[in-house]
Every structure is written in C-alpha cells, then in structure tokens.
C-alpha cells in the first residue's frame, strides 16, 4: 500500500507515462518505484490527478481547467476526491495483483471498487456513434470526480474480459511495479518499457559478464 499522508495542495506539472494497455492499468501505474518497497506517489495534489486525466485523454485542456478553478474554490472536495482516487487505485492494482498469483481478490477492494462503481454508472447512457452506438459519458467533466467514471469502469471491463485479464503482467524491474497488457506472441514480455526498465535491465547484464574476476592469490 502506498502512504498518501504526504498529499498536498501545490499544483506541479509533470509528465505521466502511458506504457500499460489499459486505462486503469495506467492509472495504478502512478506510483514510481515498487509498492511495499521504495514507492514513490506521483499524484500527490489534484492538481497532479487534473494533470494525469487530461494527458490520459480523459479531459480536454479547457475541461482541465475548469475543474481546476472549481477545485481552488472548494479545496476540501478536492482533497476528497483525490483520496478516493487513490483509495480507487490501490484497490484496482491489488485486485489485479491477486490475479496475476490465482488468487482471490480481498472483499474489501472488491467493495471499493464497487463503491465507486455505484457512484458513477447513472453517467453513462447509450448515443449514436457513426453507424453504431457507443457509451458515452454525461456530465461534461462538471464534477471534480468526473475521471472517476471511465476509471472506474476500465477496471470493471478489464476484471469481466477473462482473455484481457489473462493477460495483465508485472514489470520485472527491480524498482517497479508496474502493470501492462503483454499483447506478445508468447506473453514474453518483461519489461513496462524496453527503453527504461529493459534497457536498465540490459545494461546490468552487460556489465555483470564483463566484470573482472577476482582471483585469489
């Protein structure tokens, strides 16, 4: 579980990295470094969630900011909303973590995520998509919980499609945990990143086989 007692109100931009295939994979991906070792939180105001649901395509930049002055006038719903985002996440990834060992997922992540989950499917309705129809969501991103929704049931979709799940994996990198779809031919995939987990991973080998041996005299 990743302490989140450190959350603070200054808004600080910075980039998010969208390696796992799935929305909400990417959103548990939030957390640097490995959880129950050296995790680092990446969402640590509103701001930073405002931040990760506008480049995750969630909100536009206008919507961004409007919730954003929204949050300025009322900090305390936004403190609220960012800790059930959290509380959302770490249900989702330990759910998932249960998964990947074949194990049962614990009732109360379960009961989070069907918490949020009630809270958020009355935004859904069905609308004319091209020559189909599509879901889509309603509100227009006027409630500072609005990225909850497509969150929220990007878990559920993933948890109900067996042949998705099936598929979800953990990077093998010695400081991160991070999830993602390994889409592979032979599900060999290893690595969040080839350029960044991979390529530390790459490096590391290297120099092990060309380390000098010690001989003893």
Known sequence: MVEVNSISDAPVAKPF????????????????????????????????????????????????????RQSTRRPAQAR???????????????????????????????????????????????????????????????TLDYPLGPITRSAADLLMSSERLGHVSRCEGDNCGWLFIDSSKNQSRRWCDMRDCGNR???????????PSKHVH
């Open 17 to 68: 990295q969208f390696v796992g295939g799935e929305l909400c994979l990417d959103f548990c991906n939030t957390v640097g470094g490995k959880r129950g070792a050296i995790a680092r939180e990446r969402l640590k105001s509103y701001d930073d969630f405002l931040s990760w649901s506008n480049q995750a395509g969630l909100l536009h930049k206008n919507e961004a900011e409007s919730l954003r």
């Open 80 to 142: 609220t909303v960012l800790r059930r985002a959290i509380d959302l996440r770490e249900a989702i990834y330990l759910i998932l973590f249960q998964v990947m060992q074949n194990k049962s997922p614990h009732a109360a992540d379960l009961a989070q995520l069907n918490v949020e989950l009630a809270r958020v499917l009355n935004r859904l309705q069905v609308a004319r998509s091209g020559e189909g129809f599509a879901w889509r969501w309603i509100g227009e991103a006027e």
């Open 201 to 211: 991973a790459k490096v590391r080998r290297h120099r092990l086989k060309h380390r």
